[in-house]
């Protein structure tokens, strides 16, 4: 996995003209949890309109609206969503020489941090159909990202020999809408980059980006009250 000749992503994927790229603070000891975002919880009226904005209205105004929705606990149908991708692709690698990092087991098994990552454009959204990159021998992939504009992707890339690395893509590896998930007809021509050698050190990096979100949709709903 040292020797794949993949050129570097500096950034960990774009991230705006205004923006600094992510930082890990010291003392994280190779624990990305201990970095999770802390627990929101929605009053009343955010409530309602997280519900509203979930159902195409945003009466209440649109920024307090979508913001709501973010910092809202996910749905049960998206939780659920999750932990079958999970396990279908759990079950994919029975036998094989492949196995997924415990990190990447625990976020996707776990709903409680699933509702405390209110990022604003990237997500985790695990297609349960995991692929393999041309002229890459000996290892499979899994791509686990979504984002707002269709334009960023992660992917998990495995080794036979138990070793892993985190690659970033701007085009679908892997098409999961509509369903049924399918291999992408223009995999051979996307261009792949490698941005971490550890899956801890990405969530590390989303977790701060996430925290750094929060603050963010915080400055906006008191630079913009009452949109």
Not at 80 to 94: C, D, G, N, P, Y
Not at 143 to 152: I, K, L, M
Not at 156 to 185: F, Q
């Amino acid at each position: 996995m040292h020797d794949l000749q993949l050129p570097a992503c500096p950034t960990l994927g774009p991230i705006g003209d205004d923006e600094e790229p992510v930082e890990i603070p010291d003392g994280w000891n190779g624990d990305p949890f201990t970095l999770l975002p802390e627990v929101y919880i929605l009053d009343d009226e955010e409530s309602e309109l997280a519900h509203k904005y979930r159902n195409n209205d945003i009466s209440g105004g649109y920024l307090r609206s979508q913001i709501a929705a973010f910092r809202a606990p996910q749905p049960q149908e998206q939780h659920e969503r999750r932990r079958i991708a999970l396990s279908e692709l759990q079950k994919q690698f029975v036998g094989s020489p492949w196995s997924l990092p415990d990190a990447f087991i625990r976020v996707f098994s776990d709903d409680s941090i699933n509702d405390r990552l209110r990022h604003n454009n990237i997500w985790l959204d695990l297609v349960p159909l995991s692929y393999r990159l041309p002229n890459v021998e000996d290892c499979s992939a899994i791509q686990f990202t979504s984002e707002g504009q269709g334009c960023c992707y992660f992917s998990l890339l495995l080794s036979e020999d138990g070793d892993h690395c985190v690659l970033y893509h701007e085009d679908e590896a892997v098409e999961s809408y509509p369903p049924p998930p399918r291999i992408s007809p223009r995999l051979s021509s996307i261009p792949f980059e490698r941005c971490c050698n550890s899956f801890d050190v990405w969530l590390a990096h989303y977790f701060v980006d996430c925290r750094q979100h929060d603050d963010r949709y915080t400055e906006m709903l008191q630079k913009f009250p009452g949109m």
